[in-house]
């Protein structure tokens, strides 16, 4: 399904403000900001700038500090928004609630947010659907209990539905343990002991995610923001999707393999409607085999074709 642009008539002079674009996950955040970064590069604006504006998001700091990364691109006001600030807005681009519109299900992503801000999304090249932007507006602040070199497991997703289960998590630990030798990064907490096996809490901001991101030599991950974030960095990563197809998020990602586990469960859904919804996306990441033997063979692949690491 193709995205239709909104064509907008936004004279030279007037106010543009984007509400609430682009939702209240990270990684919602990172698609939506590449999207008008590159609906400005096409000159869908006009050259002017549009100002998003938002509802503060309390208890979300990474994401407002996103917003705050990419001010350069894009001024953010926040709600209330007060009649002293300049000039009033005379033009409207309302993506609120975009996860509850239909046209939001079974397109890209960014080809919805695209089509919102007005732009053709087949008019828009690869390359400027990527979230390279993001790797120049934040400068990744390492903490120095990092390894020089390491695997990153992101085996948790804003959403519960997507979350990897406990025991996929563990056999995918167990496999990357035995396939190669760098010390591994969960997310998730540790099923079991191991030397190079270690523990990572929530980091303290934005900065210190990327650096987690753009430090790892590969990373595996459920259908989560750290794909996103890999993206900006060309880390390789290895994604698991069971809600979404793949191409309706990491289409435009060269350095990620994705594969594709759906969950039987109506396509493209968002939330969780009950303990049930949860127990059959779960079940989705077996469907290729209990014994999960496929997943070494993938992991296996996943390994062989990261690049070895400089020696120290």
Request: with cysteine; aromatic share 8%.
């Amino acid at each position: 399904m193709m995205a239709r642009s909104r064509r907008l008539s936004i004279r030279r002079g007037k106010r543009l403000a984007i509400l609430n674009g682009f939702g209240i996950t990270l990684g919602d955040g990172v698609i939506g900001l590449s999207a008008l970064l590159a609906a400005r590069s096409a000159g869908v604006f006009e050259n002017r700038n549009p100002v998003l504006v938002r509802k503060p998001l309390f208890g979300r700091r990474l994401v407002n500090e996103l917003y705050l990364a990419a001010r350069p691109l894009a001024e953010t006001v926040w709600f209330p928004y007060r009649a002293a600030l300049p000039r009033p807005f005379e033009e409207r681009i309302d993506i609120r609630e975009f996860a509850f519109d239909p046209a939001f299900r079974g397109i890209a992503m960014i080809d919805f947010f695209l089509a919102h801000l007005g732009a053709d999304p087949a008019a828009i090249p690869a390359p400027a659907r990527r979230n390279l932007w993001l790797a120049r507006a934040l400068r990744p602040r390492r903490p120095r209990t990092l390894p020089p070199h390491y695997v990153l497991v992101c085996p948790r997703a804003a959403m519960a539905l997507r979350n990897m289960p406990a025991s996929f998590h563990a056999k995918v630990l167990e496999n990357l343990l035995a396939l190669q030798s760098l010390p591994i990064i969960t997310q998730g907490q540790p099923p079991f002991p191991h030397p190079r096996l270690h523990y990572c809490p929530a980091v303290a901001s934005l900065a210190e995610l990327a650096a987690l991101v753009s430090g790892a030599q590969l990373i595996v991950s459920t259908d989560t923001a750290m794909a996103h974030l890999a993206d900006a960095w060309s880390v390789p990563t290895l994604a698991f999707f069971v809600t979404h197809r793949p191409e309706w998020r990491v289409r435009d990602y060269p350095f990620c393999r994705a594969i594709h586990l759906p969950a039987r469960l109506p396509p493209a859904i968002e939330f969780a409607r009950d303990a049930a919804d949860l127990a059959i996306a779960g079940a989705a990441w077996f469907s290729p085999g209990r014994d999960l033997a496929w997943l070494a063979r993938v992991l296996s692949d996943a390994v062989r074709a990261v690049p070895k690491p400089p020696a120290a």
